[in-house]
């Protein structure tokens, strides 16, 4: 029995430092990994409906891995938008301890921090590979978890939609004048430089958006790309579909973890999280790509009309954000600090894919 157990504890070590050792420098040591870890058993609240495979399946990736890796010892138990409590209040939720861990969007709480929506998107901001290079490598993701501090939550990057869509339009809109008073669901900082523009901004979880739409409640909305946009049936509810999304260019998804929860996992349980973590960040951006290609094919069968946002409205816009951005600066320290070094940051890397991507995409647009 002993040699057995010996045999049980090497192999689990090995899996584990395997899977770590190209995601962190802290590599878990074979010799000191314990097959007496404690069971744990978490619970982690989405923002996300079951039935969004790709986003839901971020925080399924998680709780997967998290089983797999630990030979089923720490398990997480993922629930979908409203079976614990309402898909914009995961954040509350991992807050208060009601669930130890939460999938969502840190631009949806904006309200008790605007320097929340670094952690997501920023209109005019970052594309998901910039993202994850600012997050990874630039000071982001300490810049964030200083800013969930004050709420008890460390957070660590747990997907990426990629580039995003500009939403569906019952009606075409084609100056800023024509976004006056239209009732549209966006949430975040993009949100709010609508709400310049004119528009009569709304604020819904995704199980939600197409009855609103449908009924003519909203008269415009965005919510991902193709893939999610069709599962959720907006094209049934609008015709215009609107590029790009320039608020959202490289969308991230947080693990929301309450600290104290944290503290208590053992560090093997840590380090096993983290992984698992990197893992559905590339993973769901991957998977969008590749499910975004075949399902924005089906939708224009279908009748759905493309249609690029004017040159008018997207200098609009991207004045509005600037402004908004120094205003956000100057009555928030924390803004202003973020800011400061996202800014620099995205006019470095803007200049270092101008000569690399940018130039071989636009010589291939033009083929």
Request: glycine share 10%; aromatic share 12%; net charge neutral.
């Amino acid at each position: 029995m002993k040699r057995r157990h010996f045999i049980s504890n090497t192999a689990l070590g090995t899996t584990v430092a395997t899977a770590l050792g190209s995601c962190t420098s802290n590599s878990i040591q074979r010799s000191n990994y314990d097959i007496s870890l404690p069971f744990v058993h978490w619970k982690m609240q989405t923002s996300w409906p079951r039935s969004l495979d790709t986003i839901f399946g971020g925080a399924q990736t998680i709780c997967d891995r998290v089983n797999g890796m630990s030979g089923g010892k720490f398990v997480i138990t993922p629930y979908a938008s409203g079976e614990i409590v309402p898909g914009l209040e995961v954040l509350d939720a991992v807050q208060q301890g009601t669930v130890e861990c939460g999938h969502s969007s840190s631009y949806y709480y904006i309200g008790k921090n605007s320097t929340l929506g670094f952690g997501t998107s920023m209109p005019f901001g970052f594309n998901a590979q910039q993202q994850n290079a600012w997050l990874y490598h630039g000071g982001g993701l300490e810049a964030m978890n200083r800013v969930y501090s004050d709420f008890n939550i460390i957070n660590f990057p747990a997907g990426n939609t990629g580039a995003q869509m500009g939403g569906w339009y019952k009606q075409e809109v084609k100056s800023v004048n024509d976004l006056k008073g239209l009732k549209m669901r966006i949430p975040g900082l993009g949100g709010q430089v609508m709400s310049r523009l004119g528009v009569n901004v709304q604020v819904l979880p995704g199980g939600e958006i197409f009855l609103a739409l449908d009924t003519g409640a909203i008269d415009a909305a965005e919510w991902i790309g193709p893939y999610d946009d069709q599962k959720l049936g907006l094209n049934k509810a609008a015709s215009y579909y609107y590029y790009p999304g320039w608020w959202e260019l490289g969308a991230t998804l947080d693990l929301q973890i309450n600290k104290d929860a944290w503290r208590k996992l053992p560090k093997e349980y840590q380090y096993i999280l983290k992984a698992a973590t990197i893992e559905a960040n590339s993973n769901m951006l991957s998977r969008y790509d590749a499910q975004n290609r075949i399902a924005l094919q089906s939708l224009l069968r279908e009748g759905t009309i493309l249609v690029p946002y004017s040159k008018e409205i997207m200098q609009a816009a991207r004045k509005e954000s600037f402004e908004l951005y120094e205003e956000n600066a100057s009555k928030n320290k924390m803004f202003r600090e973020v800011y400061r070094s996202w800014n620099k940051f995205r006019e470095e890397i803007s200049q270092w894919n101008r000569i690399n991507e940018l130039s071989y995409g636009n010589f291939i647009s033009e083929l």
